[in-house]
């Protein structure tokens, strides 16, 4: 298996534009995760999906951020307007469902993001 | 609101040292706690994940403990080589595997 896959690896954009990001989980797998990685704040959970169902995004900063999954091998995050506090590292990660090595995430290699 | 606090904050020991990591937690309610290496400019890598009920898990040179009730755990790495050196991050998750809360890391050298 590949892994988890993102895209783009690296991202440069000015403030104010529109910014999205996306993720392919394992094959298989039931969770999704989006996690955002800062020197300040470390790595924190932005919000994550159950077959294809956002279940917690309590972890969005703002209403600027969205994500979707609108099947089962691709999801999305979206930060529209971004700005330049939004530059940090986004993590996607995934997991199998319940019951199959239970609670182990995998990590893709992420998204760089710098907003000038 | 759990909190994970890992110490040292960075370590540097010579080639073939025996080392401990130390992870601690606020709140021992646990569903599951997994230690990861980062290397620069990488994504996570999982090394050991331990379930709440376990004690301790073993992976080639490392192996990782669990004191749930005194919200503890230690990433122990035998044998250090210059390859170990990375980021070790561990994560403890709130409810069935899912929102892992992390801890800042372990930034570890390892000298040949």
Redesign the interface.
Known sequence: DAG?IQSPRHEVTEMGQEVTLRCKPISGHD?L?W?RQTMMR????LI?FNNNVP??DSGMPEDRFSAKMPNASFSTLKIQPSEPRDSAVY?C?S?PG?GL??????????T?LTVL | KQEVTQIPAALSVPEGENLVLNCSFTDSAIYNLQWFRQDPGKGLTSLLLIQSSQREQTSGRLNASLDKSSGRSTLYIAASQPGDSATYLCAVSMEYGNKLVFGAGTILRVKS
């Open positions: 988890v969770y995760f996690y470390g790595l924190e959970l994550y279940i917690d993590f990660a997991r319940d090595a239970p609670g182990e995430q995998f990590f893709g290699p992420g760089r």
